[in-house]
């Protein structure tokens, strides 16, 4: 009897243990993104400085992000949707 309990609160906890095993993968799941992206001039030199505005075109959200030296811009996080960029400098 004490055999059959053991054997199966072993059952149990190795049930317990692959369920959480599982799981894990569902937990890496997220619901936001983000854009990377370099601006460039004409003659394909970098721009630092410059404003990057990404829209929600779905909810009008608005993100900013400023290019670093060199001319790289990240808008993180966003939630999942589609976006609009804007690029301004100087203005």
């Known amino acids: 009897m004490i055999r059959r309990i053991a054997a199966n609160q072993a059952r149990l906890l190795l049930a317990a243990i692959g369920c959480l095993i599982f ?38 959200d608005v993100r900013r992000a400023e290019t670093n030296a060199s001319g790289v811009y990240v808008v993180s996080p966003l939630p999942v949707g589609d976006y609009r960029l804007e690029a301004r400098k100087g203005f």
């Open 23 to 60: 799981s894990l993968p569902l937990a890496a799941q997220q619901a936001s993104g983000k854009i990377t992206g370099v601006v460039t001039d004409a003659s394909g030199a970098v721009v630092p400085g410059v404003l990057v505005v990404a829209t929600n075109t779905q909810t009008g």
